[in-house]
């Protein structure tokens, strides 16, 4: 079992940028690892993804602005954020994913506001 925290979420102008990180209990490096985020009242979505050998896929909102990239040594994930917008407020989502396996942790908040 693989146990997710993530952490650097907050409150952010529009424009700015944060980074947020997800650290695993176990290790990662042959899993598929995402951040997704859902905003209440709606389905969660796809942010971006990272395969287990740095292949990467984004949403097209989030594309040229959003960059994802892996640790495998410190089984860490992390998603920049940058040129934030009032839409892209939601709480955000670690995921890992291998074969049958899939793994969520708790969620951290961003929130893009004036």
């Known amino acids: 079992q693989v146990q997710l925290v993530e952490s650097g979420g907050g409150l952010v102008q529009p424009g700015g940028s944060l980074r947020l990180s997800c650290a695993a209990s176990g290790n990662i490096f042959d899993y598929v690892m995402g951040w997704y985020r859902q905003v209440p009242g709606k389905q969660r979505e796809l942010v971006a993804i990272?395969?287990?050998?740095?292949?990467?896929n984004y949403a097209d909102s989030v594309k040229g602005r959003f960059f994802i990239s892996r640790d495998n040594a410190k089984n860490t994930v992390h998603l920049q954020m940058n040129s934030l917008r009032p839409e892209d407020t939601a709480d955000y989502y670690c995921?890992?994913?291998?074969?049958?396996?899939?793994?969520w942790g708790q969620g951290t908040q961003v929130t893009v506001s004036s």
């Open positions: 990272i395969t287990s050998n740095d292949g990467t």
């Open positions: 995921n890992a994913q291998r074969l049958t396996r899939m793994y």
